[in-house]
């Protein structure tokens, strides 16, 4: 048990749904993270939220939309998704650093993840 | 939970030996290092980490090894087990950036 939480853990969904993936921390992290792993690509960066404010939005397509109204709680919106958007959605916390103009994570705490299936 | 599809590396290793584990990374103003191990139908999870002032680290059966001149990552299991199966991801980072993650590798131990 990692402290974070994902649900659901496999999501079956077609292209004109719209659901929701949550995730909580109880790490007292400050900083919560969504990431995406598929079968041809590593991990992939897609949402920052530091102190519950977005700091990073790594050109991620507007069917996504990440929601984070506190810092244990973070959200991703997905609508009219692709086929190749078929994933594991991973949701992560970690303390982070914030001064002198960057934001800098170290050792992230991943949940275990929503496999997300689209039709 | 792993990255099946990938073309991954894959190290082979019969239990009880010692497993090496790779791993280059590009950018040499990276000052901090971390292991991740990821097993079937979970997320990665915390294995070691280790700062760029310091070349070795020790852990629970584990070592880490940094060699900054050219630029090489390796985690050394010490008498492998099958739960030791998984797939291992080295990430890298610098002040001013998120967490690189590499492509991973997948050790498997046959008993």
């Known amino acids: 048990e990692t402290g974070v939480t994902q649900t659901p853990r496999h999501l079956v969904m077609g292209m004109t749904n719209k659901k929701s993936l949550k995730c909580e921390q109880h790490?007292?992290?400050?900083?919560m993270y969504w990431y995406k792993q598929s079968a041809k690509k590593p991990l992939e960066l897609m949402f920052v939220?530091?102190?519950?404010?977005?700091?990073e939005n790594n050109s991620v397509p507007s069917r996504f939309s990440p929601e984070c109204p506190n810092s244990s709680h973070l959200f991703l919106h997905l609508h009219t998704l692709q086929p190749e958007d078929s994933a594991l959605y991973l949701c992560?916390?970690?303390?982070?650093?914030?001064?002198?103009?960057?934001?800098?994570?170290?050792?992230?705490?991943f949940g275990s993840g929503t496999q997300l299936s689209v039709l | 939970g792993e990255s099946v599809g990938l073309h991954l590396p894959t190290l082979s290793v019969q239990e009880g030996d010692n497993s090496i584990i790779n791993c280059a990374y590009s950018?040499?103003?990276?000052?901090?290092f971390i292991w991740y191990k990821q097993e079937s139908g979970k997320g990665p999870q915390f294995i070691i980490d280790?700062?760029?002032?310091?070349d070795k680290r020790q852990g629970q059966r584990v070592t880490v090894l940094l060699n900054k001149t050219v630029k090489h990552l390796s985690l050394q299991i010490a008498a492998t087990q099958p739960g030791d199966s998984a797939v291992y991801f080295c990430?890298?980072?610098?002040?001013?950036?998120?967490?690189?993650f590499g492509g991973g590798t997948r050790l498997m131990v046959k008993p």
């Open positions: 939220y530091s102190l519950e404010e977005r700091v």
């Open positions: 950018n040499s103003a990276s000052d901090y």
């Open positions: 992560a916390s970690s303390p982070l650093t914030v001064g002198q103009g960057f934001a800098t994570n170290e050792k992230l705490f």
């Open positions: 990430a890298e980072n610098n002040a001013g950036n998120m967490l690189t």
């Open positions: 280790i700062r760029s002032n310091m």
């Open positions: 790490l007292g992290h400050n900083a």
